[in-house]
């Protein structure tokens, strides 16, 4: 049972500030009528399980790919030179420039495998949602609370759906 | 079918962002001739260079080293090897009266055959270079010390390492830088 509550303040205070005249403060409100609310509905377990194992998966292969596409970019660095380094070419040198080859396949392989899970994650959100359900409750009758202040009173009104 | 084989490392590259980049003159060459793909061996500089610029090998002999006299001196040639079982001969002669402390080095590219020098006393061998210090400006050093007798004519020849490897012959060459350092002991 949800309890709603509306508080309408009024403060007459003629020196702070000055009610409209044009508006009707008592006014009888209208009949509170039945709340309509739409309620999730849960998927089931297996599905839930489904959509977290390709979620993660994605997220596992685009850190992977990141991390051989940083090694790339590693070892790019490393033999990229534009100016006499005074180094000799050596196999170590060799096997850098091969390496950002090698790295290069790997990242395109992870973020190729993260792109499809992530694609894969989408389609079963979107094709294995359950839906809403309307749920329709009455409210109780409510109660008229007054509360006398200085130079005016708090009117209010409380009732629970 | 070649050619996008080819493009593969490229797309890859552009993929990624991550690609080599290497400009010529950047790196001396390694054992062997090796250089990164895409560039050669220059035979003159030693570096590795766009294959438009190489140019074949070549190399001019030196002067003879000369006598040692009896004061500290320091002594220096150059010369090539051009072939994997060839030699440059050089003569160390020592004055009469003193003994010298000789300490020899030479100084060779990586890029092609490593060299080695071996000091002869008539037929008895003396002292053998052995690889010495770290690889400087793409070149590999060799040294020996030995005792130089009063009054006496040693030979220094120079050519292949024991073990050298010529690359099947297309790296059998090289050319050396020799400095000689007499001192009084």
């Known amino acids: 049972m949800r309890r709603g509550v509306l508080v309408l303040a009024i403060v007459f205070a003629g020196t702070v500030a000055r009610a409209r005249a044009d508006v ?3 006014k009888a409100a209208q009949k509170p009528t039945t709340v309509t609310y739409h309620v999730g509905n849960d998927r089931p377990e297996r599905t839930r399980w489904l959509i977290g194992g390709l979620g993660g998966a994605a997220g596992l292969s685009l850190l992977a790919g990141a991390y051989f596409n940083f090694e790339a970019h590693d070892a790019a660095t490393k033999v990229s030179a534009h100016t006499l380094t005074g180094k000799v070419w050596s196999d170590d040198l060799q096997g850098d420039y091969d390496r950002i080859h090698s790295s290069n396949v790997k990242a395109i392989v992870g973020y190729s495998l993260a792109g499809a899970f992530a694609i894969a994650t989408i389609v079963v959100v979107l094709k294995s949602d359950p839906g809403e359900t309307d749920v329709e409750v009455d409210p109780t009758k ?13 009117v209010g009104a409380s009732w629970g759906f | 079918m070649k050619l996008s084989l080819a493009l593969v490392p490229v797309v890859l590259a552009a993929l990624t962002g991550c690609a080599a980049e290497i400009t010529s003159d950047s790196y001396y060459c390694g054992p062997a001739e090796a250089c990164p793909p895409d560039l050669e061996c220059d035979g003159v500089t030693n570096l590795c260079v766009a294959p438009a610029n190489v140019m ?5 002999e030196g002067p003879p080293l000369g006598a040692a006299t009896c004061d500290p001196a320091s002594l220096q040639s150059h010369g090539c090897i051009l072939t994997p079982d060839g030699a440059d001969h050089y003569t160390i002669a020592t004055g009469a009266g003193c003994t010298m402390s000789v300490s020899m080095t030479l100084t060779f590219p990586v890029a092609f055959m490593p060299l080695g020098a071996t000091i002869k006393d008539g037929d008895t061998v003396v002292a053998t270079t052995t690889p010495c210090g770290e690889i400087h400006n793409g070149a590999w050093a060799a040294c020996a010390t030995f005792s130089a007798a009063p009054n006496k004519t040693y030979t220094l020849d120079v050519g292949a390492a024991t073990g050298a490897t010529t690359c099947g012959g297309t790296c059998g060459f090289n050319r050396f830088a020799l ?7």
Do not use: K
Request: aromatic share 10%; glycine share 8%.
């Open chain 2, 179 to 185: 400095t000689v350092q007499v001192t009084r002991p």
């Open chain 1, 142 to 154: 409510p109660t008229a609370m007054i509360a006398p202040t200085p130079g005016g009173a708090i």
């Open chain 2, 56 to 60: 074949t090998f070549t190399c001019e």
């Open chain 1, 24 to 26: 009707d403060y008592f």
